[in-house]
């Protein structure tokens, strides 16, 4: 099965407006860190947010957040007041902390590719 | 401060031919891992390394060698390329311990192997 999920190949955004890029996740651990990271076409990896499984408040940096339910586990990111700088992959990623200690491997999902308009 | 570096950027290389893809990192960080990024897919873990002499195998360590004789530097050698090693390479480097440790990403080697 699948670790990460994201059902979005593709999104499409008008600027200035918000998009929801929806992530789920599969684990059986208790400790475990969620990632969202960017990837424009010339192919670095940007870091965007991240969400502990502890924490009790939903991530935010900026224009990003991150809409955490840890019930339904989903990690969905959600961009406020798009910008055409956006247009870009973006991947959800789980780090799974087995034994309590941070190992730092990540499992990512497909990605979602996200297209603003202007 | 470099962060983490990756050369080459680009090579193409021919079916049975080895190479090692070179990866340092300047922010004294333990924990080292290669990816690859195939079309459509997202990064799977090659190989990582939680410090100096120790490294593991990742997701898909297939056809792939690496050592860890400095805490600065992870190469990864391929041995013997295959066609299905064609994809772009990232080295990623973060602290071992703790809640926040961010994955540091270079810039990538896109490889092909004919």
């Known amino acids: 099965a699948q670790k990460i999920t994201q059902t979005q190949p593709g999104m499409f955004v008008q600027e200035k407006e918000a998009v929801t890029l929806d992530c789920t996740y599969d684990?059986?651990?208790?400790?475990?860190?969620l990632f969202w990271y960017k990837q424009p076409s010339s192919g670095e990896m940007i870091f965007l947010i991240y969400?502990?499984?502890?924490?009790?408040q939903n991530a935010t940096e900026g224009r990003y957040s991150l809409n955490f339910q840890k019930a339904r586990k989903s990690a969905n990111l959600v961009i406020s007041a798009s910008q055409l700088g956006d247009s870009a992959m973006y991947f959800c990623?789980?780090?799974?902390?087995?034994?309590?200690?941070?190992?730092?491997?990540?499992?990512f999902g497909q990605g979602t590719i996200l297209t603003v308009h202007p | 401060n470099a962060g983490v570096t990756q050369t080459p950027k680009f090579q193409v290389l021919k079916t049975g031919q080895s190479m090692t893809l070179q990866c340092a990192q300047d922010?004294?960080?333990?924990?080292m891992s290669w990816y690859r990024q195939d079309p459509g897919m997202g990064l799977r873990l090659i190989h990582y390394?939680?410090?100096?002499?120790?490294?593991d195998q990742g997701e898909v360590p297939n056809g792939y060698n690496v050592s860890r004789s400095t805490t600065e530097d992870f190469p990864l050698r391929l041995l013997s390329a295959a066609p299905s090693q064609t994809s772009v390479y990232f080295c990623?480097?973060?602290?071992?311990?703790?809640?926040?440790?961010?994955?540091?990403f270079g810039p990538g080697t896109r490889l092909t192997v004919l």
């Open positions: 990623a480097s973060s602290y071992f311990q703790g809640a926040y440790n961010e994955q540091f």
């Open positions: 684990t059986s651990d208790q400790s475990y860190g």
């Open positions: 969400q502990g499984s502890y924490d009790e």
């Open positions: 990623a789980m780090r799974e902390d087995a034994g309590g200690t941070s190992y730092g491997k990540l499992t």
């Open positions: 922010m004294n960080h333990e924990y």
């Open positions: 390394s939680v410090g100096a002499g120790i490294t």
